[in-house]
């Protein structure tokens, strides 16, 4: 997942130059935020940040933008690139300082303090950005430019970068008359704080959920490791000698995978699709009047309705098309779901069962048929998984692939102890970015995995060009104990997957910030992070870097093989929970406000889906972080597999070239990873490829649809 973080900055995320609004040096010194860092890559001074620090920082930045609004706009000389397009990159040091670091604990340490800063400071930056994109007569300077475009002498990516400001202000409102401004913003105002309250109810009910367990024998099943950190969790809580359990990934996973107990399973079921569904913690209310305020917005905006405006800003142009190509992938893979669960019914049916497979069923009966098929369970690999010999694969492969060099920086500034940073090097040993890397669970860090920067790449002005820092954040299964982090699967592919996120921003070359590394089309962004998921079960990586943590003996070939050939086994399940969750999302877009219930609309829609009873959306609308928790993917979960395309058809040619071949490799690092958005994305991938995305190849790769002869 990479995040999309709202922006004081018009376009761009990043530290920014030591800042032009005058200050008491005493007052400098006292709060960080004030000043560049002084630190090696300018990384944040974490140790010297004080959540007393964040407001004084804040509208400190607020009076900066205010005076470098006005150099631009009373500038007396016509339009430039140079006076008006590169003073907007670099317009708010303060605020991008602020807001970096903000947003970054907002998610991996989500304290009561930092959830009660929120409250006082997303006012403050919805007035930073409105301050910017709906200034008239800073949108007149930049719509100048952009209708002087084609007699102007810029180069092709300047004139991008134009294009970009003028379609980022339009969207945003710098066009409306003042009344309707007036509105926008009070009605992004009471948004900001909707996502906020939708994330802060997330995160407490999810904490609020555990299943105790009492007996150890209720347990049977469930891998030791796991047994061991409900142990860990339970004596952490002083019920030493019980087990608990709760709804983050690496505990509730694999009780709905292993656990034999069917008790247990519905339980852990049910406590996660109810999240934050009732009570005070409930997200319904919330919902509902997130859905009544985009549609105002949408309305506001020219549009229809929330999914147009949406779907405008990106490849798919519309949501009928974003749902063309849902349907294309989740009608076969929704019936693939018939033949996975005839199979599991049937192995329930010859083992004594008697009962119908229900939701909390598909998890372990898959794993059972798997196991049946292919002699293989995930206990069998996970013992090659530890994570350090992960990373080294993920290295490994950066190395062959990319040439570039991981050397850790151990006494570099971090936010929290288990955090490792390193410096990316190229092959000459030069800087490329910092990265850092967060990946075990804690009660304060929001639930999943993703990828963000603390600095944007590109022209800081004044002949000041930057590199990244670029961050890693996982919910991945820890350490216990006598044993290491040893990882699932599915956590060795989201290691790989983010990391495709980081290199996009970490090797980008595009000059300017609001074009370089992710700043991409959301239904692109995720083509670099799912592609790289591909290596990590490539024969030929597991060969170098899965190794039995006890014994250190590499995964055996016949293992690797059955791990190969299991892979598409259970797309069914993966992919119409997927696809399903996308079309729920579009059609929450295009829903009438004066009709918001959430239950039955979600309960109408997976009927008129014809959703199979065995299992239900990846998330259900009050844990759908992605579409409530911010306007990142809201209309836009669907980017997902649209990416997946890309990414399937970009794989096929890896494979028919070779995984490692050098050509093949610089060529996707020139035209995709490097490239950012100086082209269309369009563009950049048929360049790659030799032709157009060919949606076909997703079917194939996920065994949905005959291979190519």
């Known amino acids: ?116 800063l929120g409250e006082v400071l997303m006012p403050l930056f919805n007035e930073a950005s409105n301050n910017v994109m709906l200034n008239e007569a800073l949108f007149a300077r930049v719509k100048t430019l952009y209708e002087g475009l084609k007699k102007a002498k810029l180069t092709p990516v300047q004139k991008r970068l134009v294009e970009k400001y003028y379609r980022r202000f339009a969207e945003q409102g710098a066009a409306l008359p003042a009344d309707k401004k007036e509105e926008l913003v009070k009605i992004s105002n009471e948004l900001s704080q909707l996502y906020m309250k939708f994330t802060n109810n997330l995160l407490k009910a999810t904490n609020d959920f555990s299943i105790v367990v009492y007996d150890r024998a209720d347990l049977a099943g469930l891998p030791e490791t796991v047994i061991a950190s409900a142990a860990e969790t339970a004596k952490a809580r002083g019920l030493d000698g019980l087990y608990i359990f709760t709804l983050h990934a690496p505990s509730r996973l694999p009780v709905l995978q292993y656990a034999e107990n069917r008790g247990l399973r519905e339980a852990m079921w049910k406590g996660y699709t109810s999240l934050a569904s009732t009570g005070e913690n409930s997200n319904i209310p919330v919902i509902e009047q997130i859905i009544k305020l985009r549609d105002k917005k949408a309305k506001l905006m020219g549009f229809d309705n929330f999914a147009q405006l949406m779907t405008s800003r990106v490849m798919a142009g519309t949501p009928e098309a974003a749902e063309e190509l849902l349907l294309k992938v989740y009608e076969p893979a929704k019936a693939r779901v018939k033949e996975e669960v005839a199979e599991m019914q049937a192995y329930v049916n010859s083992h004594g069962g008697d009962f119908k497979i229900e939701p909390w069923d598909y998890y372990y009966y898959l794993g059972k048929v798997k196991e049946e098929k292919y002699h293989l369970t995930d206990a069998d690999i996970q013992p090659y998984f530890e994570l350090s010999n992960v ?145 990590a079960t490539d024969p030929e990586v597991l060969a ?44 929450w877009a295009k829903q009438d406000p004066a009709n918001v219930d959430v239950a039955s609309f979600e309960k109408n829609f997976a009927e008129q889906i014809g959703l ?53 490799a610089a060529s996707f690092k020139k035209n995709i990873l490097e490239s950012g958005d100086t082209e269309d994305p369009m563009v950049l991938f048929t360049r790659f490829r030799g032709h157009k995305p060919d949606a076909a190849a997703l079917l194939r790769l996920r065994g949905l649809a005959e291979s190519k002869k």
Not at 86 to 103: A, C, S, T, Y
Not at 626 to 633: A, L, V
């Open 1 to 116: 997942m990479k995040h999309k973080f709202f922006l004081t900055s018009a376009l761009a995320l990043g530290l920014g130059l030591a800042t032009f609004f005058p200050m008491q040096a005493d007052t400098a010194q006292q709060n960080p935020f004030l000043t560049t860092y002084t630190t090696v890559y300018e990384i944040p001074p974490f140790d010297q940040i004080k959540n007393e620090h964040f407001e004084p920082a804040v509208r400190a930045g607020l009076e900066e933008q205010k005076a470098n609004l006005a150099k631009i706009i009373d500038n007396p000389a016509a339009p430039t690139f140079e006076n008006t397009i590169m003073p907007l990159e670099n317009l708010n040091p303060i605020l991008d300082r602020v807001q970096g670091i903000f947003f970054h604990y907002d998610a991996a340490m989500k304290t009561p303090e930092i959830a009660a």
């Open 391 to 535: 990373l080294n694969g993920l290295q490994y492969c950066a190395n062959r692939l990319y040439d570039i060099n991981f050397k850790p920086l151990p006494d570099a500034p971090r936010y929290m102890d288990e955090v490792t940073v390193y410096d990316i090097v190229d092959k000459k040993g030069d800087h490329v970015s910092v990265f850092m890397t967060d990946y075990f669970p804690r009660a304060t860090k929001v639930q999943g995995a993703w990828m963000e920067q603390l600095q944007s790449a590109g022209d800081y002005g004044n002949g000041i060009v930057k590199r990244p820092i670029v961050y890693n954040v996982g919910n991945f299964t820890p350490p216990t104990p006598g044993n290491p982090s040893l990882l699932t699967l599915d956590e060795v592919e989201t290691t790989f997957h983010e990391f495709g996120h980081a290199l996009q921003g970490m090797l980008t070359r595009a000059p300017y910030r609001s074009l370089a590394g992710t700043n991409v089309d959301r239904d692109y962004v995720e083509m670099c992070s799912q592609i790289n998921e591909h290596w």
């Open 544 to 587: 170098v870097y899965a190794k039995h943590y006890k014994t250190g003996e590499p995964m055996p070939a016949e293992l690797i093989t059955k791990m190969v050939e299991s892979g598409k086994f259970g797309q069914g399940f993966t992919t119409t929970e997927l696809a399903a969750a996308a079309l729920l999302d579009l059609a």
């Open 612 to 664: 199979p009873s065995e299992l239900t959306f990846r998330y259900r609308s009050p844990y759908f972080k992605h579409i409530f928790g911010d306007e990142g993917y809201a209309a836009g979960y669907y980017t997902y597999l649209w990416a997946q395309v890309l990414e399937a058809d970009a794989w096929e040619l890896f494979q028919q070239k070779g995984i490692f071949d050098p050509k093949t």
